[in-house]
């Protein structure tokens, strides 16, 4: 699929019609989306037939992507009621109700099977209304060692330090605007943008996997 009809695909699913300022609630615009979901199909990562799982996954536009581009599975997970609302919305839509699972759940706090995925995309909280909101979804980035895309802010400074460099490959390979539209009483502006950094995490006992498309 072009990445123009993918952006507008995404672009017209339904969206939180509230924003948690607590949550970081931001919402990934469709065009975005569409580039960065291409890119991590380029890279092999997202491939005919496998399985991903959306952490933080807000109306399930990154999720649902996924699937357009080829995924079987999908598990979309969110804390917030109204978002795992919103997906599920938008997963009726798309009319992925048989291949596409939302957890409403905490990460760090409620239990959660994630099936062994082939890849976890994740655009986490940064961080900036509450220090290491980003923890819960990196610490389970750890525990699962698959290869994960993550979006964050091209200002974070302890995504390499995180992951220690014996057991994970990090490549920091893009960068990207983020507008900000005026969603919460503190933007000064109507809309605002933040440069956004894209990683590859890859486990590294899987660097010289190949995945498997049969």
Request: charged content about 25%.
């Amino acid at each position: 699929m072009r990445v123009k009809k993918l952006a507008m695909l995404l672009s017209g699913l339904k969206q939180l019609q509230s924003h948690s300022i607590e949550l970081e609630q931001y919402p990934t615009p469709g065009d975005l989306a569409a580039r960065w979901l291409t890119d991590i199909f380029s890279f092999g990562d997202l491939f005919e037939g496998c399985s991903v799982v959306d952490l933080g996954t807000g109306n399930g536009i990154l999720g649902l992507g996924a699937m357009t581009l080829g995924a079987r599975r999908a598990i979309l997970i969110d804390s917030d009621k109204e978002a795992c609302q919103t997906a599920m919305e938008n997963v009726d839509l798309m009319g992925l109700t048989e291949s596409v699972e939302v957890v409403c759940a905490t990460l760090g706090v409620d239990e959660i099977n994630l099936n062994s995925p082939d890849l976890i995309i994740t655009n986490p909280p940064w961080g900036r209304q509450t220090p290491k909101a980003d923890r819960p979804i990196l610490d389970v980035i750890l525990s699962e060692k698959k290869t994960t895309h993550l979006m964050h802010s091209a200002g974070a400074s302890h995504i390499d330090s995180f992951f220690d460099p014996n057991e994970w490959k990090l490549d920091r390979y893009s960068e990207a605007d983020f507008p900000l539209p005026a969603a919460f009483s503190h933007h000064t502006s109507r809309r605002g943008k933040t440069r956004a950094a894209f990683w590859r995490l890859t486990p590294a006992e899987n660097t010289d996997i190949v995945p498997d498309r049969s």
